[in-house]
Nanobody, 115 residues
Framework: QVQVVESGGGLVQAGGSLRLSCAASGSIFSANVMGWYRQAPGMQRELVATIPSGKRTNYADSVKGRFTISGDNAKNTVYLQMNGLKPEDTAVYYC?????????WGQGTQVTVSS
């Protein structure tokens, strides 16, 4: 049974920084893709950033230049460094892992940015 666990959310003032961490455990296979999505109240879940194995990272236009995704798909870990946070970044952030053609999600971690 694959488990995806995030950590690192919290409350921060606008302009501040947070670092999210995620690990997917319980599989002997490496992730094909790992990444982060977010969902604000009343909004659909949206992509923040992903790392496809062996390919270039992808970022939503709204976070380019402020957020940096990193990790090791072979170890099924992924991180999101968030700098220059804005109130509109407030959302529940979900870690995502695609392992052996199956999608797995974490329980989410709240990020709140005050103005």
């Amino acid at each position: 049974q694959v488990q995806v666990v995030e950590s690192g959310g919290g409350l921060v003032q606008a302009g501040g920084s947070l670092r999210l961490s995620c690990a997917a455990s319980g599989s002997i296979f490496s992730a094909n893709v790992m990444g982060w999505y977010r969902q604000a109240p009343g909004m659909q879940r949206e992509l923040v950033a992903t790392i496809p194995s062996g390919k270039r990272t992808n970022y939503a236009d709204s976070v380019k230049g402020r957020f940096t995704i990193s990790g090791d798909n072979a170890k099924n870990t992924v991180y999101l460094q968030m700098n220059g946070l804005k109130p509109e970044d407030t959302a529940v952030y979900y870690c995502y892992a695609r392992i052996s053609a199956l999608d797995y999600w974490g329980q989410g971690t709240q990020v709140t940015v005050s103005s």
